[in-house]
């Protein structure tokens, strides 16, 4: 646990020193939500202010880029000599790749706030009470969460850091096909499947339901399985993974 | 079964990467507070060899004990008598050199100040307290070397492995690096080091094993080998065919190299006047044949065709040298 906590704040450190791509994390998502509330908007009809419909979703994406973020951080390690420093001082895989992720949970945690602030300068006005406030903060930790763990996962099995990075690339196109961005109905009949039933619809109906006060149904529930599910699987394969390249 | 004298005992290790076997049974013996040089070109199972001793890649057959343990299965207790120095620098290029060892420090259990302390310690002593606050991005390639081998010293060792400690440094960092090595052992710990180099194997070592294709085809201290390979060369350029063949067939085994287009040879010799003279007296008793001659210190390749009868796969000295500093190069860039 104290490895974790020491190599945490490596990572920690490590993040703030390279900020064109804390830069790049916190600013492509406040773009893309500018873009969408001021370029697009106006076309799209969502039943409510357009700012207040798209913020889960940025929030969304912010939290999915960032975290994917970790696969690279996780390459980086494992193709330079530290990782075979840090196994001759008898440091297992979990807590090399729990200080990624924990990192990466800060990381995004914060990108998120900034998110969120940018999103209240211009216009978006949540009817949430504490309770919920709660609730979205669990669930976009547990969501983080998940993602970083899976991206470390990635980061194990990629051969360099150009192929970690597809991840990245993969987690900021997945809101598209979902309620992020414009609603499902308004998609060809043949993505309903899969845009209905991807993992990032229920957490953003989860999201939006709490934010906007308006029921939330089962989403709440779908989110913490999908995450949760997730988070078992990949930290569970992690240790396996790590076990492979490190062999 | 390990004496109580020997740092790391190994017997039979084997290692296969799918089809290519890198180790094809290694045998070794090192003696506590003693430097040991493991000396072969590239691809002759060096770093293997590191890796199973530092428990980091287990082999597929044979035993070896490090510090009294087991490598496979008292592995933590290994691993707590070591520390491993790689051939790319294991430093964070985003962390000072102060924040390298304090996180090292801490993950070797010192606390705060502990560590700190230690800290400040290694970085005199390997005279990088003016660079301690600045990010190791900006250190030369000495430096970081000299970084990476602090590092490995926070946890104080028993064994310490460095696997080619100085490909890719300048001589200046060299030498730096080599005085570094010395010094380790006056504090009593055990050094096995790897090297492609056999003046750094003669500068550092009491005892050498020369690997080649995954055996250790010789062992002794540097002054055996030696005298196995001589430590010099002399080269002759004939003056013609005839001379050429005549010399080479009388020669026979002893021929170190030979180039039949430019019709020189070269023949092992320990360099002193007499030996010089008796070998020229030999190959040219009518004083007409050889039109020039010179006197090389051995290369590796010398070293290699005297103990295995074939070159280090062609590599000249150099070659090997420039490739792999081009291999560091990379590994500094990513």
Redesign the interface.
């Known amino acids: 646990m104290?490895?974790a906590i020491?190599?945490t704040?490596?990572t920690i450190?490590?993040t703030r020193?390279?900020l064109d791509a804390v830069l790049t994390a916190m600013l492509l998502p406040v773009m893309l939500m500018l873009v969408f509330v001021y370029f697009f908007g106006g076309a799209i009809h969502t039943g409510t202010e357009y700012v207040t419909y798209v913020v889960p979703g940025v929030m969304l994406l912010c939290a999915g880029f960032g975290s994917a973020n970790t696969a690279v951080t996780v390459i980086?390690d494992m193709?330079?000599?530290?990782v075979?420093?840090?196994?001759?001082?008898?440091?297992g895989g979990t807590p090399i790749l729990a200080g990624h992720v924990a990192a990466s949970v800060l990381r995004n945690t914060v990108a998120t706030a900034i998110v969120f602030g940018v999103a209240f300068l211009i216009g978006f006005r949540p009817h949430a009470g504490p309770f919920d406030w709660l609730a979205v903060a669990g669930i976009l930790l547990m969501f983080i969460l998940a993602i970083s763990w899976l991206s470390a996962c990635f980061g194990l099995i990629a051969r360099s850091?150009e192929a970690a990075g597809g991840f990245t690339f993969l987690m900021m196109f997945l809101p598209y096909p979902s309620s992020a961005f414009v609603p499902i109905d308004t998609m060809p009949g043949w993505l309903h499947g899969f845009a209905e039933h991807q993992p990032v619809t229920p957490v953003i109906e989860a999201l939006r339901g709490l934010l906007l006060d308006r029921p939330v149904g089962d989403s709440a529930w779908q989110a913490l399985v999908w995450c949760g599910g997730i988070l078992v699987v990949a930290a569970g394969a992690s240790g396996a993974l790590f076990r492979r390249r490190?062999? | 079964m390990a004496h109580r004298s020997a740092a790391i005992e190994a017997s039979g290790l084997e290692k296969s990467y799918g089809a290519v076997k890198v180790l094809r049974g290694v045998d070794l013996s090192v003696a506590r507070g003693s430097v040991f040089a493991l000396l072969g070109p590239n691809g002759a199972g060096k770093t293997t060899t590191v890796r199973i001793l530092s428990t980091l890649t287990p082999p597929d057959a044979g035993r070896a004990r490090v510090a009294g343990f087991d490598v496979i299965t008292d592995r933590r207790h290994v691993r707590r008598a070591i520390s491993l120095t790689g051939q790319y620098a294991a430093v964070d290029e985003m962390q000072t050199g102060e924040e390298n060892l304090l996180m090292m420090g801490r993950l070797t259990r010192l606390g705060r100040t502990e560590a700190r302390g230690r800290a400040r310690e290694l970085l005199e002593r390997f005279d990088l307290t003016g660079a301690a606050r600045r990010a190791v991005g900006t250190y030369s390639g000495g430096m970081r070397r000299r970084l990476d081998l602090a590092a490995g010293l926070v946890g104080h060792p028993e064994v310490i492995f460095l696997d080619e400690p100085t490909t890719g440094l300048d001589p200046r960092s060299r030498q730096a690096m080599w005085d570094v090595v010395k010094g380790l052992v006056t504090d009593g710990v055990t050094v096995f080091l790897t090297t492609q180099y056999l003046d750094e194997a003669d500068q550092l070592a009491d005892r050498i094993a020369v690997v080649d294709g995954g055996r250790v085809v010789a062992e002794g201290t540097p002054a055996e080998l030696k005298e196995r390979v001589a430590g010099r060369r002399l080269d002759l350029v004939l003056c013609d065919v005839a001379g050429y063949e005549r010399a080479v067939r009388q020669l026979g085994v002893r021929l170190v190299w030979s180039d039949a287009d430019r019709l020189t040879l070269g023949v092992a010799t320990d360099g002193g006047a007499a030996h010089v003279r008796a070998l020229l007296d030999e190959i040219d008793p009518e004083r007409r044949a050889v039109d020039r001659f010179t006197v090389h210190s051995a290369t590796l390749d010398d070293v290699f065709m005297a103990l295995t009868g074939h070159t280090a796969r062609g590599e000249s000295r150099n070659a090997t040298g420039e490739s792999a500093a081009e291999g560091a190069k990379e590994a500094a860039g990513v």
């Not at chain 1, 193709?79 to 530290?82: A, L, N, V």
């Open positions: 104290s490895d020491v190599l704040g490596r450190r490590l020193r390279n980086h193709t330079g000599g530290i075979d420093r840090f196994r001759s001082l008898d440091i850091p490190t062999a």
